[in-house]
């Protein structure tokens, strides 16, 4: 099964940015929508974006909207989440995952497998 590593978190001042990697072991996940997902401590995991394969459509939690953007190099087997304006709201490990073939939403944990370790992200005030 493919593997994911997550990196490029960090601790960051409120405004500021980071940009995560989502590195896969093998090219069959260029074949899979990818999502992004956190969890910050005492709650659930939580979607933050996905995008398809094709990278033709993206999809984002209405809180991260017009400041994080996903994206993917092929080439690379990497999807990437960009992060701008930075919010200690925003502070979470961060997972990226495969969408099963299939699943109806995008936003669902439930819908995806292969999950990383995760990356921490600590937006400070």
């Known amino acids: 099964q493919v593997q994911v590593v997550e990196s490029g978190g960090g601790l960051v001042q409120t405004g500021g940015s980071l940009r995560l990697s989502c590195v896969a072991s093998e090219s069959t996940f260029n074949s899979y929508s990818i999502g992004w997902f956190r969890r910050a401590p005492g709650k659930e995991r939580d979607f933050v974006a996905a995008?398809?394969?094709?990278?033709?459509?993206?999809y984002y939690a209405d809180s991260v909207q017009g400041r994080f953007t996903i994206s993917r190099d092929i080439a690379r087997n990497t999807v990437y989440l960009q992060m701008n304006s930075l919010k200690p709201e925003d502070s979470a490990v961060y997972y990226c995952a495969r969408r099963k073939f299939g699943s109806a939403s995008y936003t669902t944990v439930g819908n995806y497998d292969s999950w990383g370790q995760g990356t921490q992200v600590t937006v400070s005030s």
């Open positions: 995008i398809t394969r094709n990278s033709a459509t993206t």
